[in-house]
T-cell receptor, first 119, second 112 residues
Framework: GAVVSQHPSWVICKSGTSVKIECRSLDFQATTMFWYRQFPKQSLMLMATSNEGSKATYEQGVEKDKFLINHASLTLSTLTVTSAHPEDSSFYIC???????????????FGPGTRLTVL | GENVEQHPSTLSVQEGDSAVIKCTYSDSASNYFPWYKQELGKRPQLIIDIRSNVGEKKDQRIAVTLNKTAKHFSLHITETQPEDSAVYFCAASIVVGNQFYFGTGTSLTVIP
């Protein structure tokens, strides 16, 4: 099956610094990637949708200047949390949808997630 | 946008019993409904999905039903086992648009 990796798996940073999270599709081309945020014991909240080579589409209430998303290639998307604050501490999960062997998945394949802690 | 509601938020069943989780959605254009299982600290895993042209789908002990008129769909797990214990999320999507909107999750505990 399709594999999605995320790096780092966890990160601790000081308030005011920026943190970059990478999401990679390892064995397929991800035409679309999604970024979610999950608080403890809560659901996955869609933050933004990114298509390769174009600007990300952010969900209502998500600050695009704070959560910078880049999808420069068909296998890599990055989420940068700028000027992070303690309230940004959360579990960030990416997912990818794309083509494999000429087909197009409806299924989203999730990365393992990144736990961000801002001190 | 789409609003997906999920009930119950927690569910405890005895091993061997059945578990049912229900979701409703608001956008009549949604036509793809996956269910994900998430174990603590791990990524969500797709367990079953259904498209709007089908009313029911079954895969061994897991089944999903869809009522498009009422805009609700349900997950049924029969002969539950302790390893079924996890958080389950439903989601709705317009296939072309592709964004998934998740329900609030159900924490299922199967008591041995």
């Amino acid at each position: 099956g399709a594999v999605v990796s995320q790096h780092p798996s966890w990160v601790i940073c000081k308030s005011g610094t920026s943190v970059k999270i990478e999401c990679r599709s390892l064995d397929f081309q991800a035409t679309t990637m999604f970024w979610y945020r999950q608080f403890p014991k809560q659901s996955l909240m869609l933050m933004a949708t990114s298509n390769e080579g174009s600007k990300a589409t952010y969900e209502q209430g998500v600050e695009k200047d704070k959560f910078l998303i880049n999808h420069a290639s068909l296998t890599l998307s990055t989420l940068t949390v700028t000027s992070a604050h303690p309230e940004d501490s959360s579990f960030y999960i990416c997912s990818a949808r794309g083509n494999q062997a000429g087909g197009t998945y409806n299924e989203q394949f999730f990365g393992p997630g990144t736990r961000l802690t801002v001190l | 946008g789409e609003n997906v509601e999920q009930h119950p938020s927690t569910l405890s069943v005895q091993e061997g019993d059945s578990a049912v989780i229900k979701c409703t959605y608001s956008d009549s254009a949604s036509n793809y409904f996956p269910w994900y299982k998430q174990e603590l600290g791990k990524r969500p895993q797709l367990i079953i999905d259904i498209r709007s042209n089908v009313g029911e789908k079954k895969d061994q002990r897991i089944a999903v039903t869809l009522n498009k008129t009422a805009k609700h769909f349900s997950l049924h797990i029969t002969e539950t086992q302790p390893e079924d214990s996890a958080v389950y999320f439903c989601a709705a999507s317009i296939v072309v648009g592709n964004q998934f909107y998740f329900g609030t999750g159900t924490s299922l505990t199967v008591i041995p």
